[in-house]
């Protein structure tokens, strides 16, 4: 009953049992690549999902609960200017109340604004916690000024500083009296086109000349009232005593020490004489013309024991100064 027939070993060795097993594992062999596409498709949902909750949960954290926290909040505002702006316009230009949360203020967006006043040249914004605001405030330093005419002939005023940027006058009413001084006495630049939105390169040079003058001027050299590009390759300065000097674009430090020295030798000769026209662009033998001398008028009784000074006209200066509030 339980022998095994020849018969039977012959069904065992067939091949259906193998073949129903090999069906069931993989019946046409793509099971596994259709579901590769489906398995990162449910990965990257469940990231999105979770990366957007992490940011939700961060952003409210930040505005319920940093945003809020009293020992953040904004004390002190410490403002460093260099020049004429009050600290009082700077905390206005930065619009930034006191109690605000330090970490809410837009550093890059705060610093840019200031950046956008034309007598503002750089701004540096540090947030010192818990609660104080660093404010550093470069100004731009004017060094000449600019007369155009409008289109209806009225005359215009406008100051340059050492980069050929373009800026109003101070308001007297609201400025220093000193500092509207200095900058009614800045000498003027005469052949610049204020119409350019940027600096030409004679404008560029004679700027340079200046700077390189003020920084001869302790020297004893006259004030300059104007300085004249109209000419190409050379500079025309003309002084407070109506003298005018021609220098060329290069090499101004040399040529103003050459001025200072033609200048001491005539003044200490016995007949001193005032130039009327003097050439430095010829290196050599520089031409000069002389005003005719005039008669010495005959000195006053109230006179005789004093000698007038030289009037020095302030010029515009950078000074640095710390405040709080």
């Not at 980069?163 to 000193?178: I, K, N, Q, R, V």
């Not at 103003?256 to 005539?266: A, E, K, P, Q, V």
Request: charged share 25%; with cysteine; hydrophobic share 40%.
């Amino acid at each position: 009953m339980f022998t095994r027939t020849q018969e039977n070993r012959r069904r065992t060795r067939s091949g259906p049992v193998l073949e129903a097993r090999l069906r069931a594992d993989a019946p046409d062999g793509s099971n596994g690549t259709a579901a590769r596409p489906v398995r990162w498709a449910v990965r990257l949902v469940v990231a999105l999902v979770f990366g957007a909750s992490l940011a939700a949960g961060g952003w409210w954290l930040r505005e319920n609960w940093v945003h809020r926290m009293p020992s953040l909040a904004l004390r002190e505002v410490v403002v460093e200017v260099d020049g004429v702006l009050s600290a009082d316009e700077v905390r206005r230009l930065a619009g930034v109340p006191k109690g605000r949360n330090i970490l809410s203020i837009d550093l890059p967006g705060l610093r840019d604004r200031l950046q956008h006043h034309p007598r503002i040249a750089s701004a540096c914004i540090v947030a010192e916690f818990p609660g104080t605001l660093l404010i550093g405030i470069r100004e731009r330093l004017p060094l000449v000024a600019v007369e155009p005419l409008s289109r209806n002939g009225l005359q215009a005023r406008y100051l340059l500083d050492e980069a050929g940027h373009l800026m109003l006058p101070l308001d007297a009413s609201s400025a220093p009296a000193e500092a509207v001084e200095a900058e009614s006495a800045l000498p003027v630049l005469v052949g610049h086109d204020a119409q350019r939105p940027t600096a030409r390169a004679d404008t560029l040079r004679a700027l340079d000349f200046i700077r390189a003058y003020e920084a001869a001027a302790p020297t004893g050299l006259p004030e300059i009232r104007s300085v004249s590009i109209a000419e190409p390759g050379v500079l025309v300065a003309t002084t407070e005593t109506g003298a005018e000097v021609t220098f060329a674009t290069r090499d101004y430090p040399t040529q103003l020490r050459r001025w200072g020295d033609i200048l001491r030798r005539f003044e200490s000769a016995q007949e001193p004489r005032s130039i009327r026209s003097l050439d430095l662009s010829v290196w050599q033998n520089s031409p000069i013309r002389w005003n005719e001398p005039l008669a010495a008028p005959a000195p006053s009784a109230d006179t005789v024991d004093r000698v007038p000074d030289r009037i020095q006209r302030p010029r515009p200066k950078r000074q640095t100064r710390r405040t709080h509030v």
